[in-house]
């Protein structure tokens, strides 16, 4: 293939990382279409902190790298910018709407971007998590549409699944082995060269785009019903008075028992990707029982919270209507500011609904996006004459929260109900 020049077309927790990574090699021009998230990540800042600034900064360019063939990176609202590229790298979100049903729109606007300015030969890779079958029967066709090319012929394209974990330090996409596919055994080729020349961990070449995929949506919706098994054994042990935890400790001796733990299933990925599976497995006459059981399982875990705090503050004679409950934590996960679908928020509505007055704090989140998405206040710092409150519940384990005295904030009688299970058991009342 000719010069490689790059575009990455979403510049979020996945398409960032990777676009500072193959600028390293290559001429680099990062596409989105939010104005603001341009700006800063052109002044070097990230506000994700996927990639550090100095990173960052060390990668960036002044002025667009592909017409001149500088290696590094330049960020751009305009897709003028992007049509000296021949390889288009699409890492746009994939959600699912009210009702649960896969979401492509970003999909299908991120390829119509693409196809206004694609040209012959050029290699559209697409990384956003989908049902077998999206890249080649949805995506393809927008691009030929659009474009007036045709596929395999005109122009081609490649399926390399995410792997990012947003907040981990130590598994960076350089470090984690990617999965590769090509709509041709040779485009498939390109492709898989393309990834290993950037990514330390190596690569494994799929024999096709639909396996590819496959492959993504699968490692996601394992975790959930792995997950959705340790929370049905919480709720089954709760009823028995056994420490869940206790028990996992247990089995864990065994050299072959699976070390998931109970918790919120949250995030842009395993809380949403087994229902593209699920509704794809509908959509060909089979209706999915065990992926959408642990979906409505893991679903209802922030009901099963709120319960089980009342029922402590019950037993601890506090009044549940106009308590104040300090909730910490509302990002989706530790140690990461990204907050879509979260399901601290479950907690915090269904103990409103007790008539409780919920205050959360979370150091990692920012508190406008917080009040946009959910509509609730989120304090990024404790005062230091602190309040005293009922309960305190641990939502999300942030390494800010292991150093707090929960002591200071917390009443005579008042109760800590730890869902993450990350404090001594000495410290608390209950865990998760």
């Not at 006459?285 to 019950?314: H, P, T």
Request: net charge negative; hydrophobic share 40%.
């Amino acid at each position: 293939m000719e010069q490689i020049k790059i575009a990455i077309v979403g510049l979020g927790y996945v398409g960032l990382p990777l676009a500072r990574l193959f600028a390293t090699r290559y001429p680099v021009v990062g596409f989105d279409i939010n104005q603001k998230r341009v700006e800063e990540l052109q002044s070097g800042k990230d506000t994700t902190l996927e990639v550090d600034d100095s990173i960052l900064q060390s990668v960036l360019l002044k002025e667009n790298p592909l017409m001149e063939n500088l290696t590094g990176l330049f960020c751009s609202v305009l897709s003028k910018d992007i049509q000296d590229a021949n390889i288009y790298i699409i890492t746009v979100p994939t959600p699912v709407d009210k009702h649960n049903h896969p979401d492509l729109t970003p999909l299908y606007k991120a390829s119509e971007t693409v196809a206004e300015v694609l040209k012959k030969n050029d290699i559209v890779i697409y990384e956003s998590t989908v049902y077998p079958g999206v890249t080649e029967e949805e995506c393809v066709p927008v691009l030929e549409k659009v474009s007036g090319l045709k596929f395999n012929q005109d122009f081609f394209v490649g399926y390399s699944p995410e792997r990012i974990n947003p907040g981990d330090k130590e598994h960076t996409v350089d470090k984690i082995l990617k999965v590769t596919s090509g709509s041709t055994p040779e485009i498939g080729k390109i492709v898989d060269d393309l990834y290993k020349s950037v990514i330390s961990a190596g690569t494994h070449l799929a024999p096709t785009i639909k396996v590819a995929e496959a492959s993504k949506v699968i490692e996601n919706s394992q975790r959930d019903i792995n997950i959705a098994f340790m929370n049905e054994l919480a709720k089954i042990f709760s009823l028995m008075d056994i420490d869940t935890h206790d028990v996992l400790e247990a089995a864990g001796t065994k050299w072959n028992f699976l070390k998931f733990k109970p918790g919120l299933v949250g995030g842009h990925c395993i809380g949403v990707d087994p229902f593209y599976l699920a509704q794809k497995a509908q959509d060909i006459g089979y209706y999915s029982e065990l992926i959408l059981a642990a979906r409505r399982l893991n679903d209802s875990m922030g009901a099963f919270v709120a319960s089980q705090v009342v029922k402590l503050m019950i037993k601890n004679d506090i009044k549940i209507k106009g308590s104040k409950i300090l909730n910490l934590g509302i990002t989706f996960k530790e140690n990461c500011p990204d907050i879509r679908n979260s399901k601290a928020i479950d907690v915090i509505t269904s103990l409103q609904e007790y008539g409780a007055e919920v205050i959360t704090y979370d150091p990692w989140a920012n508190a406008d996006e917080v009040k946009e998405e959910y509509n609730i206040s989120c304090y990024s710092e404790l005062s230091n004459e602190p309040q005293k409150f009922d309960v305190i519940v641990l939502t999300v384990a942030h390494q800010e929260f292991l150093n707090l005295d929960l002591s200071n904030y917390l009443k005579d009688n008042g109760v800590i109900y730890d869902v993450k299970g990350i404090m001594n058991k000495d410290q608390i009342d209950k865990r998760l």
